[in-house]
Every structure is written in C-alpha cells, then in structure tokens.
C-alpha cells in the first residue's frame, strides 16, 4: 500500500520536482529567483499535461494475480506507475531543454 502512495505521488509531483531542484541549486544566480519557481512550475505541469494527453495509454487496467498455494507472492516494484514510464521520460526529456531555456532567461547579467 505503501508504494502504490509513492508511485501516486511521483506521479503528480514530478513537474514540481523538477522545478524545485533547479531552484534550490541555482537561485542565487537568479535575477527574479520567485518568479523563476512560478514559471517553471507553471510550465512544467503545462508541458506535463500535454505529454501524458498524447502519450498516456488509454484504457489501463490491472489484473490480479492469484498465486497457487505454497507460491511466495511476487509484487512488483512500480506497479502503478508502469503504463506510466515511457510519457513519463518523455516528459523528462522535453523539460530539460524548457528548464535550459528559463534559466537563460532567468539568469543574472554579469555586471
């Protein structure tokens, strides 16, 4: 039960994941360090909806496995998040390149 609550979790919070690392490591070296986090997590969760409107699967469902008697249970890791993982590094591949863009964007100039 556990993990199926960390895989929700990843799920919803990964833009802001993202957003927040970038922050916490480089914001000092921002001009407008707040309105960097705003916009990042804004359009993250933006090119997250588009991602996953595209290129989640449509229809996923589960199906349990009863085991025969004597047969130690095998739950797999990340059950939840399976259908999930390909939109999920697509998503990851395209926002590199967005968090690039804002944090030249954001960036101080050099006095």
Same mark, same amino acid.
Request: no cysteine; hydrophobic share 60%; net charge positive.
């Given at each position: 039960?556990?993990?199926?609550?960390?895989?929700?979790?990843?799920?919803?919070?990964?833009?802001?994941?993202?957003?927040?690392?970038?922050?916490?490591?480089?914001?000092?070296?921002?001009?407008? *360090?707040? =309105?960097f986090?705003?916009?990042?997590?804004?359009? @993250?969760?933006? %090119?997250?909806?588009? &991602? #996953?409107?595209?290129? +989640?699967?449509?229809?996923?469902?589960f199906?349990?496995?009863?085991?025969?008697?004597?047969?130690?249970?095998?739950?797999?890791?990340?059950?939840?998040?399976?259908?999930?993982?390909? *939109?999920? =590094?697509?998503?990851?591949?395209?926002?590199?390149? @967005?968090?690039? %863009?804002?944090?030249? &964007? #954001?960036?101080?100039? +050099?006095?």
């Amino acid at each position: 039960m556990m993990s199926l609550f960390l895989e929700v979790i990843l799920l919803v919070v990964l833009p802001a994941l993202y957003a927040s690392g970038v922050s916490w490591a480089l914001w000092p070296g921002f001009s407008r *360090p707040w =309105l960097f986090a705003f916009s990042s997590v804004a359009l @993250l969760y933006f %090119l997250y909806f588009i &991602v #996953f409107y595209f290129g +989640a699967p449509s229809g996923v469902g589960f199906v349990l496995e009863v085991p025969y008697h004597g047969e130690p249970s095998r739950q797999a890791f990340l059950v939840f998040l399976e259908p999930y993982v390909k *939109p999920m =590094l697509l998503f990851s591949m395209l926002s590199v390149p @967005l968090l690039g %863009l804002l944090i030249k &964007v #954001f960036r101080k100039k +050099a006095a």
